[in-house]
């Protein structure tokens, strides 16, 4: 039986990653350029409002309206390979998917995410979904979550955050204060003992929001423990074990739990390195403004993968995508990119029920608030920010956002080309 070759086709642009990143450019694309030749890398029949799963496990949203199929989204016109991309050939513009087949393009959008390493943490794959363990930064075990803060009434609830960088950094948080807010107003709280074990040395890496969440750290009565790591997890007796780097190096601790929360170290994809297109660490190196490859001009990409020093949020792509649009059809046309990116990123931080921190800011933690500070005060919980979050942002991402609407994200202008 002979084995068929393997297949090549061309495409004007291909995007690598059919998550909110390369839905929202193929859409931005195609809103300016409707008669463009787009192919879509993705491998899931699932696309997800991830945004809600920290809503999920705080019992606000269920998590099917988080969940829509791929092809429901999927913009026409674009050519949909369910294949990932393993390898990109940047000197050929080609593309090798997983099946084999390669793609040409003209221009390469890449935007794949991240990989979320549950493995790193020994033993954590093996409890995940049981035994009070627990992570919201995936589609099944977040209502598992809120199974178990519903089910707590006492005992010691830990919360851990791995090194940077991660996707949404005030996720980790965000899970606790909606947690234990659900205690106080079941008025169980001061029979749980609740802690924060973060990796990094600070509670939130832009100042001026620091004071708002440590008001609520003291409110819930919080423990919080700085440079701590998450190794290992021992589901069946409930034992949680960290690293603490301190002044006399690394200090083993095993810490009692019976809830535990789990965010997992974050990686890039192995092809970005493999490929040539990384930097030190594997990261997608790109220009911070353009969003253009550092070293190849008819690559571009945003999303997680990036390393560009943005948070890595939802957000972040909303404002990426457009800027990508715009600056790729401009190389197409072999004119000068008029696009910048200015490093915006939104953390929505869930503080209570009811009440958000709504974190806005780009490079240098420079604050970048969508709204005048008579419409909402970025740095208190404030209502109206919660009202955002839970009703009007999920309808702007599935009919705008992945629908090629760009309110509130009209890219800034490049002040010299």
Known sequence: MSVPEHTSHDHDVVIIGGGSAGIATAASLLKRRPGLDIAVLEPSGDHYYQPGWTMVGGGVFDVATTCRSTASVMPRHCHWYRQAATAVEPELRRVTLGNGDTLGYRRLVVAPGLVLDWDAIDGLSDTLGRNGVTSNYRYDLAPYTWSLVTGLSRGKALFSQPPMPIKCAGAPQKAMYLSADHWRREGCLENIEVSFHNAGAVLFGVPDYVPALQHYI??????????????????????????????DGEQALERPFDLLHVVPPQRPPAFIAESGLGNADGWLELEPDTLRHARYDTIFGLGDVSATSNA??????????PVVAENL???????????????????????????????????GGQLQPTFPGWVNEGTRATRRAWWLKSKQ????YWHGMLKGHEWFARPAKRSAH
């Open 329 to 363: 059809l401009a190389s197409l046309d072999d004119l000068p990119l008029p696009a910048a990116y200015l490093g915006y990123g939104s953390c929505p931080l869930t503080v209570e029920r009811g009440r958000i921190v709504l974190a806005e800011f780009g490079y």
């Open 393 to 396: 942002l999920p309808w702007v």
């Open 218 to 247: 003291d409110r819930y009565g919080i423990d919080v423990h700085f440079q701590e790591r998450l190794v290992a997890v021992d589901g069946d007796n409930r034992v949680a074990h960290f690293l603490r780097n301190g002044d």
């Open 312 to 321: 890595k949020t939802m957000a972040a792509a909303r404002k990426q995508a």
